[in-house]
């Protein structure tokens, strides 16, 4: 059963809350679409509140993945908090956005995604670094997540990972003109320093660059 969160506090004593442990069941019909919150070694994690720089940046990719994804008929376009469990043995993970492509659409349950997504991205904020790079570098390699955006706006820095042949990921840069060529979403660039200007490009316009306007 849901077990419930245990407050302790005193004048002199900060807040503890108890982790709140569940199966993953559970966890499904306890989580609402409003809770940004991951299913991880069977206890419940809250992630903190993101920037605005975050949000706008992640706005962004969204529109484009959905206009190239809609008008290209390739899949479906999820963002957080929507879960995603790659395997029965790995955690639950809400990433910011990802993509199934249109012959995996049968892994779309009504509020979860039960196998990997085609492509994910995760947009870095300070309190995320270690978990992006690592606990869910590895969970969504392992899980079979195809493509992999990395990105960290307070650094400036994109990184793009695809899963080889030897089921690992191999780091992908963007070519000679800083552009990224994705390769799940095949067709779609990005010119990465759009990511960075003080006002990111309209949407027409990278559409523009796309051909498909």
Known sequence: MVQELK?????NLPTVVSPLKMTYE??????????HVEWVNGEVVFMGTVSSL???????????????????NLGEIRYDPFNMKTAPHLNGRSPDILFVAKENLARLKKNYLEGPADLVVEIISPESRVRDRGE????YEEGGVREYWLIDPMRK????????????????????????????LAG??????????????????????????
């Not at 975050?54 to 290209?72: D, N």
């Not at 793009?160 to 060529?181: M, Q, R, S």
């Not at 990005?190 to 990511?195: E, F, Q, R």
């Open 188 to 213: 779609l660039t990005l010119k990465v320093d759009w990511l960075w200007q003080e006002s990111l490009p309209p949407i027409l316009d990278v559409v523009k660059t796309w051909g498909l306007i």
């Open 136 to 139: 869910k570098f590895y969970e």
């Open 157 to 184: 820095k994109a990184e793009f990972y695809c899963l080889g042949e030897d089921k690992t990921y191999e780091a992908i840069t963007p070519d000679e003109t800083g552009v990224y060529h994705s390769r799940t």
């Open 7 to 11: 407050v302790a506090s005193s004048k």
């Open 26 to 35: 559970e966890f499904l019909q306890w989580a609402d679409d409003k809770q």
């Open 54 to 72: 975050h949000q706008i940046i992640g706005s962004f990719l969204i529109a484009l993945f959905r206009i190239w994804v809609e008008t290209k």
